[in-house]
C-alpha cells in the first residue's frame, strides 16, 4: 500500500562511518523516509571492554539525523555480531521480533549497511529478506574486490555503493560483479561533518592552551597484530620506527593516536624512545578521529602503515603524509586474497616511503587505476574474470622494480598471467627437493627484510 509509512535502518560500528552516513544525508542522498533509525554495533573482539559508538564525543551531534537509535549487540546478546547470523528457517521468526521489537509494523523497510559480505551487515539482510539495500563504504577496502562471493539473492537488491572520493578518479570494485553503480558523497559535506565533530570535541586543556600541540608530527596507530599480520613485538617496533623517521626529519614535537583498542604498554614503549632522544611525545588516552585532530592542531606531518586517515589528510586537508611498514605486510599478507591488500597497495603506491626525504610515491595518481585492477583480479579472479584483458596488458608493460612488489609469482604462475614462472621452470613447484631449498631460502630473505625495515 502506497501510504504506509517507511522506514530507513542506518548500520555503523565506527564514527567515521557515522560521519559518512551524517553527511550523505546532509547532501540527499537518500530518499525522504517517515523515521530513520541508526542501529549501532561494536564489533571488536570484546565489546564488553571497548567503548560503544554512542560514547564517544561528537555523536550527540551526528545522531540528530536520525529518529532512534538502536544497539545491534544488545538486540542479539549474548551473540558477538561478527559470528551471529540467523539460520534460514529462523530468519522469519527475527524478522517478526524485530519488527515489534523495533517498533516497524508492517511497513516497507530500507537497508543502509557497510561491509554486506560479513556479519553483522550480512545477518541483518537476511533478517529482513524483501528490503532493498545501499552499501556504504568508509574506507580504503571499497576500491578492492568483494573479498568472498555474495549470494545473488542479497547481491541483487543492493541498489548502489556509497563511498568518500579518497583516491580521485579512482573507482570502487566493491560490488560491480552486480553492476553496483558507485557514487561518491560529496566532500564538501564531509568535511563540514568533521567540523562539526571538531567543534564538539574536546580536547584536553591545561591553562587555555591545547596540550596537543600545533604543527607536531602525528603518528596513526593501527592494530594489526589483532589481525593477525603482525606480532605485538613487530607492531610495536614499527610505532617506534614511526617515531625514529619522524625525528629524523626533524620533528621534535610528536602526537601519538593508538588505536583504541590497543594495550596500554606500547605507548610506553614510545614514550622511552622518546625520552632517549629527547621528543616532546604527547600520547591521546582517549578515542579521538584523526580528522578531528587534523583540524585542531594541523600537523606538520602524518605518519602511519596503511591507515584510510593518511588518505584523507592528503586528500580533503592537503597535509603532507609518509607511511612505514607497507613493504612488509604486502609481503606477510596471506592469503594473496587477504582484503587488507588493496589498502596497503593504495597506500604504499601513492604516500611516499617515510625513510624517502624526496616525498615521491612509486605510483603515479593517474597509473593507480591499472595497478588496482590488476591486484584486484588477481585476488579474485572468479569474480571478475572480465578483469583479465586490463590486468594482462598492465602486467605485460608495467612490471619493474616498483610494482613487482603488489604481485607474487606464484599467484601469477596460477593465474597464468604474465610475469609467471617460465614454461620450462614449470617443473620447480613439483619437485620437493628444489621447493625445501626455496623455503630456506625465503626465510633467510625474510628476516633479511624484517632487519632492514625495523633496522
Known amino acids: 500500500m502506497p501510504n504506509r509509512p517507511r522506514t530507513q535502518i542506518f548500520m555503523a560500528s565506527t564514527l567515521y562511518g557515522a560521519a559518512t552516513l551524517a553527511a550523505a544525508l546532509d547532501a540527499d542522498r537518500f530518499a525522504p523516509a517517515d523515521r530513520r533509525l541508526l542501529l549501532l554495533s561494536n564489533n571488536a573482539a570484546t565489546p564488553e571492554t571497548t567503548a560503544s559508538l554512542d560514547t564517544m564525543p561528537g555523536f550527540d551531534r551526528l545522531s540528530t539525523r536520525f529518529d532512534r537509535v538502536l544497539s545491534w549487540n544488545e538486540t542479539i546478546s549474548p551473540f558477538h555480531p561478527g559470528g551471529w547470523s540467523p539460520r534460514a528457517d529462523d530468519a522469519p521468526l527475527w524478522e517478526r521480533h524485530l519488527r515489534l521489537l ?214 580533503f586537508y592537503d597535509l603532507p603524509t609518509a607511511r612505514t611498514g607497507t613493504g612488509l605486510l604486502l609481503e606477510r599478507l596471506a592469503p594473496y586474497q587477504n582484503s587488507n591488500r588493496i589498502p596497503v597497495t593504495i597506500v604504499d603506491a601513492l604516500v611516499p616511503d617515510l625513510a624517502d626525504r624526496s616525498a615521491t610515491p612509486h605510483t603515479a595518481p593517474g597509473d593507480i587505476a591499472g595497478l588496482v585492477t590488476a591486484v584486484g583480479y588477481a ?46 621452470l614449470a617443473f620447480i613447484p613439483r619437485n620437493a627437493t628444489v621447493r625445501r631449498v626455496a623455503r630456506r631460502a625465503r626465510a633467510v630473505q625474510r628476516r633479511l627484510k624484517k632487519r632492514a625495515v625495523f633496522g
Open 102 to 315: 523495533w517498533d516497524l509494523g508492517d511497513s516497507p523497510v530500507e537497508l543502509i549497511v557497510e561491509s554486506i559480505q560479513v556479519n553483522p551487515a550480512l545477518a541483518l539482510a537476511q533478517v529482513f529478506p524483501g528490503a532493498p539495500l545501499d552499501v556504504y563504504a568508509d574506507g580504503l577496502m571499497s576500491y578492492g574486490p568483494t573479498r568472498n562471493k555474495l549470494d545473488p539473492l542479497i547481491g541483487t537488491r543492493i541498489g548502489r555503493l556509497l563511498h568518500l572520493d579518497l583516491v580521485p578518479g579512482l573507482t570502487p570494485l566493491l560490488l560491480t560483479e552486480f553492476g553496483v553503480p558507485a557514487e561518491t558523497v560529496p566532500t564538501d559535506a564531509f568535511l563540514k561533518v568533521l567540523t562539526e565533530l571538531a567543534e564538539a570535541d574536546e580536547l584536553p586543556q591545561s591553562g587555555g592552551e591545547l596540550e596537543v600541540p600545533e604543527g607536531a608530527a602525528l603518528l596513526l596507530g593501527q592494530y594489526l597484530s589483532a589481525l593477525g599480520i603482525l606480532t605485538p613485538e613487530e607492531e610495536e617496533e614499527l610505532h617506534v620506527q614511526m617515531l625514529r623517521g619522524a625525528a629524523e626529519r626533524g620533528h621534535r614535537e610528536i602526537v601519538f593516536k593508538p588505536h583504541p583498542s590497543a594495550p596500554a604498554r606500547w605507548s610506553r614503549l614510545l614514550e622511552r624512545e622518546a625520552e632517549k632522544r629527547d621528543l616532546a611525545l604527547t600520547v591521546l588516552d582517549r578515542p579521538v578521529l584523526a580528522e578531528v585532530l587534523y583540524q585542531r592542531m594541523r600537523p606538520a606531518l602524518v605518519v602511519g602503515c596503511f591507515s584510510t586517515a593518511l588518505l584523507t589528510a592528503s586528500t
Open 379 to 424: 585476488m579474485q579472479h572468479q569474480i571478475y574474470p572480465n578483469l583479465r584483458p586490463a590486468t594482462e596488458r598492465y602486467l605485460a608493460t608495467r612490471l619493474d622494480q616498483h610494482t613487482w612488489r603488489y604481485f607474487k609469482r606464484r599467484r601469477l604462475t596460477a593465474l597464468a598471467l604474465p610475469g609467471a614462472i617460465p614454461s620450462q
